[in-house]
């Protein structure tokens, strides 16, 4: 069952250090597949990692927590070729395509190279939700700030666009977060964007944001904008899920 609008959920979370596995996902992915609609089955969950390079090791471990943790998993690699040979009828058949981290720059450059951009526009419009963590949240907005060209953060400002906001990631976690993006914000090199703590997530229906959750007790999401020339950052209410 499809969710009953497009519907994102972009998240600094959802998956953390497993006891018995590598990672589990946690409250933020739950809410995920909640948001599909599905019932009276397993949730199909289509797991990608082409920010990491589809790094085998790495899609065992998101396979491994996602199995334990009661879903379908798939996943669609592009290296060192498509693995699915129609990738749009892969996505339409998921209830949810979740996004890991890593090189938002590669991550983008390789899914338009294969046409994953359209094949996910299609899913999304269809009901199909998509979230994801940092690089997995940081794709479906208008651009961000990251680290895929070293340690010293900068802007990408070529995200899919599906929302039409700028975003932040790990913005209480990683120093340089905040202040570079109130800069790229501020000389209107993003448009208004929405951050995330570590354990918030932003949930939009179609382009507009519908409500910030989290899965921890601190976590809080904020939009900076613009007025007259003066970025301002407004906390905004967060849902604790």
Known sequence: MPADAPTILATSGGITAGQRTRFTFTALTDFAVELSGVTGRAPRVCLLATAMGDDKAVLHYLTEAAQSRGFVPSHVALFPMPTAED???????????????????????????????????????????????????????AGGTTDSFGPDLQPVSNGLGFVPYANGVHYDSEEQRRPLLHRLVGDEALPAAYATDDGAGLLYRGAELVEAVAENPTAGAYFVESRDGVVVETALDVRRL
């Open 87 to 141: 990738i749009t009828a892969h996505f339409l058949d998921q209830d949810v395509v979740w996004v890991f981290g890593g090189s938002v720059a590669g991550l983008l450059a390789m899914w338009r190279l294969h046409g994953m951009d359209d094949a996910l526009r299609t899913a999304w419009e269809a009901g199909v939700v998509l979230t994801g963590i940092s690089a997995g949240s940081i794709c479906w907005h």
